[in-house]
Nanobody
Framework: QVQLVEFGGALVQAGDSLRLSCVAS????????LGWFRQTPGKEREFLCS????????NYADSVKGRFTISRDNAKNTAYLQMFSLKPEDTAVYYC??????????????????WGQGTQVTVSS
């Protein structure tokens, strides 16, 4: 089992950049695929991006491709979501999640086994 905690959520202005961190407990972190998602009230959880256990493969939603970058440092049990050119519509609670996978990097939230508690990102116009 692994526990995840997100850090870095903040109130920022449109056009700003922000980096979120996802810190995992347990030595198995390096074996998991990891995804970032976000959710706003009344809407389904939205896939943003995912990364393979080694970091060699990534998958991005079209809505964030070119603006967001996912990475991980297995030595630190940490993954990151670097966000650039933030827009008011990026306002949401951001979650990281992991799964035991073989490289498919799915976009469906129900394919992920463990979730963090989320961190709020608010982008003002």
């Amino acid at each position: 089992q692994v526990q995840l905690v997100e850090f870095g959520g903040a109130l920022v202005q449109a056009g700003d950049s922000l980096r979120l961190s996802c810190v995992a407990s347990g030595r198995a972190f390096r074996s998991y695929e990891l995804g970032w998602f976000r959710q706003t009230p009344g809407k389904e959880r939205e896939f943003l991006c995912s990364i393979s256990w080694s970091g060699s493969s990534t998958n991005y939603a079209d809505s964030v491709k070119g603006r967001f970058t996912i990475s991980r440092d297995n030595a630190k049990n940490t993954a990151y979501l670097q966000m650039f050119s933030l827009k008011p519509e990026d306002t949401a609670v951001y979650y990281c999640a992991v799964r035991n996978g073989l490289g498919s990097l799915p976009r469906e939230p129900d394919k992920y086994n463990y979730w963090g508690q989320g961190t709020q990102v608010t982008v003002s116009s």
